[in-house]
């Protein structure tokens, strides 16, 4: 079954705001990953989270993990155009050696 | 250079013909992945080789029929193809089989009609 899900399914905001998406998932995992996807291409890997991390950052991307409530979120701050793009978590569970997507959260950001 | 790539780009066939897709990884993982995203977006994986060895296998149509024929090439052979197998096709690959980020192909477009 499904495990990740987003929220919002999508979301408009203007170049310069800051863009924040959500995951949830049900089950316990091994870490918890984001995922870029534009228009008509492959997945493009962001930021890998362990279960036992609580943040991290990488460059304008801030993803926190809160293991209790079974939920990630990604923060984009300062969005530009070329974060247009759909972005999807997956979650590793233990024991299960695959990753499971989200629904995945589309983001336009207009100049 | 390419990390991992896909051909063909895109699949137009018609329904009963049967097709294959090539895959192959330039980074020297030992993890191959084919997954399949439909028409809403949602990604979900079908198999999975480690080292040439199938270790995931979701419940997927025997029609599908994945072949390793060594760590640097995942091939997805369909037999018999259907309307609904139209979606995207997505090869990816990781060092290891846990707690590792996926390298994505750029995808391969299959329309039946």
């Known amino acids: 079954s499904q495990q990740g899900e987003e929220d919002p399914q999508a979301l408009s905001i203007q170049e310069g705001e800051n863009a924040t998406m959500n995951c949830s998932y049900k089950?316990?995992?091994?870490?918890l990953q984001w995922y870029r996807q534009n228009s008509g291409r492959g997945l493009v890997h962001l930021i890998l989270?362990?279960?036992?991390?609580r943040e991290k950052h990488s460059g304008r991307l801030r993803v926190t993990l809160d293991t209790s409530k079974k939920s990630s979120s990604l923060l984009i701050t300062a969005s530009r155009a070329a974060d247009t793009a759909s972005y999807f978590c997956?979650?590793?569970?233990?024991?299960?050696?695959?990753?499971?997507f989200g629904t995945g959260t589309r983001l336009l950001v207009s100049p | 250079d390419t990390a991992v790539s896909q051909t063909p780009k895109y699949l137009v066939t018609q329904m009963g013909n049967d097709k294959s897709i090539k895959c192959e990884q330039n980074?020297?993982?030992?993890?191959m992945y084919w997954y399949k995203q439909d028409s809403k977006k949602f990604l979900k994986i079908m198999f999975s080789?480690?080292?040439?060895?199938?270790?995931i296998n979701e419940t997927v149509p025997n029609r599908f029929s994945p072949k390793s024929p060594d760590k640097a090439h995942l091939n997805l052979h369909i037999n018999s193809l259907e309307l609904g197998d139209s979606a995207v096709y997505f090869c990816?690959?990781?060092?290891?089989?846990?707690?590792?980020?996926?390298?994505f192909g750029p995808g391969t477009r299959l329309l039946v009609l």
């Open positions: 089950t316990s995992i091994n870490n």
């Open positions: 990816a690959s990781s060092q290891r089989r846990q707690q590792e980020t996926q390298y």
């Open positions: 980074l020297g993982h030992d993890t």
């Open positions: 080789y480690n080292n040439k060895e199938l270790i």
């Open positions: 989270i362990r279960s036992n991390e």
């Open positions: 997956a979650t590793e569970r233990p024991s299960f050696q695959k990753l499971v």
